[in-house]
């Protein structure tokens, strides 16, 4: 049974991918480049920086600048999946291990009301490598003073997968917000709705997936 549930933010309790994905493409737009959202979505779940290196942005603070003042009108009422409150409410410990930096929290986080419910929250700032680098995770397992074997990861990018790999943390795949879980082979669950996490609180945990073949945790009943 895991003693700490640790989160993603982006796209596993916020539904923010698309504000940033449209804001960065509005942005690039705007430097005369050209790009459609599946082209920027390599970009999900890694720190805006690496994002604009990988682009070869040359002016990279005037690019996330631009960046972070298109998405903030909209990150300050960006949704909040379903059910995914009640179910934190009810776990143990939590925490949060986020690729956004201390100021997009400030702007969209922070005015949610929802930080009391996470014991810690480990951002882009906290850490000199970033995920899919294990520092993150291993810094919040610090934080909440817990070793690798009590703790479980939920994301929904490959990187969130390979930052808990990296940190010997079971990874467990937030599919609500995901079209596809394919890429995530060497995850331990796949979770089709948050209250399937609360399955995780029992003295008899669900069997393990990984590498699991694209079935539910749901489904291993």
């Known amino acids: 049974m895991y003693q700490v549930f640790i989160f993603d933010l982006d796209g596993t309790i916020i539904d923010s991918e698309k504000i940033g994905l449209e804001a960065l493409q509005a942005t690039l737009s705007e430097m005369g480049i050209v790009k459609d959202l599946e082209e920027l979505r390599f970009s999900i779940g890694i720190p805006g920086l690496r994002t604009l290196e990988v682009l070869d942005i040359s002016d990279t603070q005037t690019a996330l600048d631009t960046w972070f003042q298109k998405q903030q009108p909209h990150m300050q009422n960006v949704p909040i999946f379903r059910d ?5 409410k009810r776990l143990p410990k939590t925490g949060i291990v986020t690729s956004q930096t201390k100021k997009e929290l400030q702007a969209g986080f922070e005015r949610l009301s929802i930080a009391q419910h996470f014991q810690t929250v480990v951002s ?36 969130d997968m390979e930052c808990a790999k990296s940190a010997g943390v079971d990874f467990g795949v937030a599919a609500w917000g995901l079209t596809s879980t394919t890429r ?17 609180t029992t003295p008899k945990l669900p069997q393990r997936l990984g590498p699991n073949k694209g079935r539910s945790l749901k489904s291993e009943q």
Do not use: M, R, W
Not at 84 to 88: A, F, G, N
Not at 135 to 145: E, I, S, T
Not at 184 to 200: C, G, H, R, S, V
């Open 84 to 88: 995914i409150l009640e179910v934190i």
């Open 124 to 159: 882009a700032d906290d850490t000199e490598y970033h995920k899919p680098n294990p520092d993150p995770l291993q810094l919040a397992l610090q934080y909440l003073n817990c070793d690798s074997n009590e703790a479980i990861y939920i994301g929904d990018s490959p990187y």
């Open 184 to 200: 995530f082979t060497n995850a331990e669950y796949i979770f089709k709705n948050p209250y399937e996490i609360l399955q995780l």
